[in-house]
């Protein structure tokens, strides 16, 4: 049988000293050992398959090196699951684990959750939600180093840090990208009223049409919900009927399930897509927005990315020298969306 690599054997093979071993795969490499020298031992020790002893690190740290995590839905949902594999990838990349809880949307689960996970002595806390919303924060991630992902403090002077994406950018980026094409009839169906991110996506489309200096169309923008059949309804109520003079010349969706909606409505209509018409979306939703035909062009959620720099913020007051967590810093960091531009998108048709 093979003998089990040692912090010894990484430093032999590395060229440096044992403690610098420790301290790198420790998580407390920056400032103490060359950046080279950290490059080698992770190298190393990824060679010789070793990882160090959970258990003698976390007695000797006074630490159990558990995360916990509260999700409302995420853990059941296909699509912001990947904040929590994002967020799960930078734990255990300097050696932590996660716990992960899901209420199901009961927010009068919340309480009794935390103290759960406080219960198992877990290092610090994350709350993950489906969709950008505002929460009351459980008291007890006051007593951790907690942080909030996808999700904002609704206290008038918010007491934990949040990671959320920047949802005007995104909306502005993505109304841009339409202008860039010579679109300037374009409709929007921008979601529920009762979503935080719908009326910022809408403020970035009106900001690319300000600084385009074209008019917004207010009768060109739809609160039309979020699933295909109110993308459907949406799309015949601009289109069906109409002249080519007086229709969209694009369509741009607060999510990529409306616009699947606008892709039927559209093959309904016997509008060639993007000829006739241009289709945006918005998330990027996997095996969705690929799949489409013609592909879809939307704007991607930076929904892994929310996940590993929530973390990376947790585990840096976990481990840092103040012990103050999260709290009385800086309270928001803001992800950038990213354009994907595919087939569904094009010029606009002269009319």
Not at 259 to 274: E, S, T
Not at 312 to 327: C, H, N
């Amino acid at each position: 049988m093979n003998r089990k690599a040692t912090a010894l054997d990484v430093a032999k093979k590395a060229g440096v000293s044992r403690s610098a071993v420790s301290l790198v795969l420790n998580g407390r490499g920056d400032g103490n050992v060359a950046k080279e020298s950290q490059d080698r031992i992770r190298q190393a020790a990824e060679e010789l398959n070793y990882s160090p002893n959970a258990i003698a690190l976390s007695l000797r740290n006074q630490r159990s090196r558990v995360i916990g995590i509260l999700s409302d839905e995420v853990v059941v949902s296909p699509f912001d699951g990947n904040i929590i594999g994002g967020a799960d990838d930078v734990a255990r990349s300097r050696g932590f684990v996660t716990v992960v809880m899901d209420t199901e949307r009961d927010t009068a689960r919340d309480a009794s959750a935390i103290e759960t996970l406080l219960d198992r002595q877990v290092d610090g806390l994350m709350y993950v939600t489906v969709g950008l919303k505002p929460i009351e924060v459980p008291h007890g991630m006051l007593r951790v180093p907690s942080v909030l992902a996808n999700c904002y403090d609704e206290h008038p002077q918010p007491q934990l840090h949040h990671v959320i994406p920047d949802e005007v950018t995104g909306g502005r980026e993505a109304t841009e990208h339409l202008l860039e094409l010579g679109h300037r009839d374009i409709a929007l169906l921008a979601g529920s009223e009762d979503s935080s991110a719908a009326p910022l996506r809408v403020q970035g489309y009106r900001d690319a049409h300000a600084a385009a200096r074209i008019p917004v169309q207010e009768d060109r923008i739809f609160m039309a919900g979020w699933d295909i059949d109110a993308g459907f309804r949406g799309a015949m109520k601009v289109l069906d009927g109409v002249s080519p003079a007086d229709r969209p010349t694009a369509i741009m969706c607060a999510n990529d399930r409306l616009a699947v909606g606008v892709a039927l409505a559209a093959a309904r209509l016997g509008l060639r897509v993007p000829e006739d018409l241009s289709i945006m979306g918005y998330d990027d939703e996997t095996r969705i927005a690929d799949t489409m035909v013609p592909s879809l062009t939307t704007m991607a959620l930076p929904l892994r990315e929310i996940g590993r720099a929530a973390m990376t913020t947790l585990l840096d007051a976990i481990e840092g020298t103040d012990g103050s967590g999260t709290s009385g810093s800086s309270v928001e960091t803001m992800v950038p969306c990213r354009l994907v531009t595919r087939e569904s998108t094009g010029p606009a048709p002269t009319r």
